[in-house]
């Protein structure tokens, strides 16, 4: 075989590097610390946990949301369950209390943080890169917020970048068993036929969107840009491959399988809901029977759901309400209006006459504001090197955002800036590749007398830039946790005046 064809079709073949594990370990472990350490310092509910961990805890009892005040009876929302049924694992375990509904989503953002680390290693084949995805992530406030406050938005972020990273390993399973399959050809001296490929991977990238579904709706603007990934990345495998009409030599069966792991998402999805179908108590659970209409079995149920969609969606679309923290996602990678979670009045005890404790979802503002640059250097390298990688990392962060710009000009609905949590990761893998190629020069790394003066000041910009992202996360750390600050050290850190606050 050809050697050009078999670096055409390479793919980590080391994922069990023992030095990449250890990397990974020792990124997850200080994320998980950080994110631990003192969750319950802010006592009562912060936030919107007035909604997601009562619902939690009706649900361990009912089945379904309840509403036990006003009609002690069901409780209509117009999220999914899947989100809320997680934060119950927790109160199941720890109780109704603060440590119960917020020890799983620190969970949830500390698995986060170690899928991307995976990812990076797995697109960038660099331990290094790998560890500075993590370590940026773990040392962004906006992540570390959401990772400590009982919302929904950190468990839409989880399943939405394990979907990407079951993407990527399909791409290397794929690519893997097609290079094994032109050896086997060109061993019998034949012409390179497509192999049978049964892509478990894409089937569980399907799995996972349907849970990322089960959290929030807004999973689903993944799934054509996605879907377009893989198609794309199957298309160049048999190019690069020798396939005759590598478009659609497997076209049909690409659809196949794609069609099968979109129907798996629709199935986990309603499987997000087995306490409304298995309970007679849920919110529109026999609305076609309450209205005199047929009921069958299976059907008349899934009919009941569609309608509690249908009112839903018309709850979310006609959203305008104005409230003091929304804001466009126009503004939301320059931190335009971050949310004020947490402030209490009049707090004493930091050793001035006057103090401050807030919690402020706010991304670290180094690291946040480089991410428009490294998207506009990741359009360029995408261009220039027809690197892979540039375009899945933009694809991803264009799902994430974009998106949004058409809900926002289209009926101006209410946005915030946690909406922007899927996207996070995307934008830490583009600064991240951006890295990498000030570190890398054209002609490729070395070590020793070879290596040169570029790829050393590559190596120190990057170290500074990343050191800097450290300092700022410390000194802003105080408004990540809610720390009890003296009051004109509060006033300094907002950097942006009353857009802050």
């Not at 264009?398 to 209410?414: M, Q, S, V």
């Amino acid at each position: 075989m050809p050697e050009i064809v078999r670096r055409r079709l390479a793919s980590l073949e080391n994922w069990l590097d023992p030095y990449s594990w250890v990397v990974t370990a020792v990124v997850v472990v200080i994320a998980a610390v950080l994110r631990l350490n003192g969750i319950t310092g802010a006592k009562g509910y912060v936030f919107d946990e007035v909604y997601y961990p009562t619902d939690a805890w009706d649900m361990l009892t009912h089945g379904v949301e309840w509403d036990p005040e006003k009609t002690n009876g069901p409780a209509y929302v117009v999220h999914p369950p899947l989100g809320k049924w997680l934060i119950a694992l927790g109160e199941k375990a720890f109780g109704n209390n603060e440590l119960g509904w917020r020890f799983p989503v620190a969970v949830a953002g500390t698995l986060m943080i170690a899928i991307l680390i995976r990812v990076a290693y797995r697109m960038f084949h660099s331990i290094v890169l790998a560890g500075t995805a993590g370590l940026l992530m773990t040392l962004d406030g906006f992540q570390l917020v959401l990772s400590r406050t009982s919302l929904l938005d950190i468990f839409l972020g989880l399943f939405v970048l394990a979907s990407f990273a079951a993407i990527v390993l399909d791409r290397d399973h794929y690519r893997r068993r097609l290079l094994h399959a032109l050896e086997d050809s060109y061993d019998r001296d034949s012409m390179p036929k497509m192999p049978r490929i049964v892509p478990w991977w894409l089937l569980a990238a399907g799995v996972l969107l349907g849970l990322a579904c089960g959290v929030k709706w807004s999973a689903l603007f993944f799934l054509p840009f996605f879907g377009a990934l893989v198609v794309v990345w199957r298309v160049q495998a048999r190019r690069s491959a020798g396939i005759e009409g590598p478009l659609l030599a497997g076209l049909v069966r690409d659809l196949g399988w794609g069609v099968l792991s979109v129907v798996l998402t629709f199935v986990t999805y309603l499987a997000t809901w087995t306490g409304w179908f298995v309970t007679d108590d849920g919110w529109f659970r026999h609305y076609r029977e309450a209205n005199g209409l047929s009921e069958p079995p299976v059907i008349g149920t899934l009919l009941n759901l569609w309608h509690y969609h249908q009112e839903a969606y018309g709850f979310h679309s006609g959203l305008t309400s104005h409230h003091p923290y929304q804001s466009w996602p126009w503004q939301w990678l320059l931190l335009g209006r971050p949310v004020n979670f947490f402030f209490p009045p009049n707090v004493t005890g930091c050793g001035e006459t006057r103090c401050a404790r807030e919690i402020l979802l706010l991304g670290t503002p180094i690291l946040w504001w480089s991410f428009l640059p490294a998207l506009a250097a990741l359009i360029w390298f995408g261009i220039a090197r027809r690197d892979w990688r540039a375009y899945a990392i933009l694809t991803g962060a264009a799902a994430g955002l974009l998106p949004w710009f058409y809900y926002a000009i289209k009926d101006g609905r209410t946005m915030f800036s946690f909406y922007a949590l899927p996207a996070l990761p995307f934008l830490i893998l583009a600064v991240v590749y951006v890295l990498g190629a000030v570190m890398t020069p054209p002609d490729g790394m070395a070590t020793g007398p070879a290596r040169t003066d570029r790829q050393l000041t590559g190596v120190v910009v990057a170290g500074v830039y990343v050191t800097l992202v450290a300092l700022c996360f410390a000194y802003f750390y105080p408004l990540f946790v809610g720390q009890l600050i003296p009051y004109d050290s509060w006033l300094s850190r907002l950097w942006l005046g009353n857009r802050w606050f």
